[in-house]
């Protein structure tokens, strides 16, 4: 009689908390890098700015206008310190959640092993016991047979 792994509910609760720490890694790194883009369209955004700066003083500007574009910078320059600070705690969140993935797939590894390891004895000691089961069956063959032949 196979014997089932004592450890099987605890295997499915590995394999689901490691199934949803995949799911919020995944998450985690989208995150970082919509983060990421958004800070690099920000920063594009401003040398774009920036150039048209440039372009309008070689034709000449008034104060005003110069403040505004100036404003304006300096606001997208905020824009750009706040996303800077939101990607370097997004790549700190995907860090951690790395982190706890590796800890939960290592914790089911370690009891997916246990399971192979059980599963290899039951087949070790099914083949045994069918093993005896074939030998007695070939003993009594023998024995019931008389050793001169007739039957």
Do not use: C
């Not at 304006?72 to 750009?80: E, G, T, V, Y």
């Not at 600070?85 to 290592?106: L, P, Y």
């Amino acid at each position: 009689m196979v014997q089932t792994f004592s450890l099987q509910p605890l295997l499915e609760l590995m394999q689901t908390r490691s199934d949803e720490a995949t799911r919020q890694l995944g998450k985690l790194i989208a995150a970082e890098q919509n983060a990421k883009s958004r800070l690099q369209m920000l920063e594009q955004y401003r040398e774009e700015y920036a150039q048209r700066l440039r372009d309008a003083t070689e034709q000449g500007i008034t104060r005003s206008i110069l403040k505004n574009y100036q404003d304006f910078l300096a606001r997208i320059d905020q824009a750009i310190t706040q996303q800077d600070m939101a990607v370097r705690h997004s790549e700190s969140s995907t860090a951690a959640g790395q982190d706890h993935w590796k800890e939960q797939n290592k914790r089911l590894k370690a009891i997916d092993t246990l399971s192979v390891r059980h599963d290899v004895r039951e087949r070790l000691h099914s083949g045994k016991q069918e093993q005896k089961i074939l030998d007695e069956f070939s003993t009594r063959k023998f024995v019931t047979r008389d050793p001169a032949g007739d039957e």
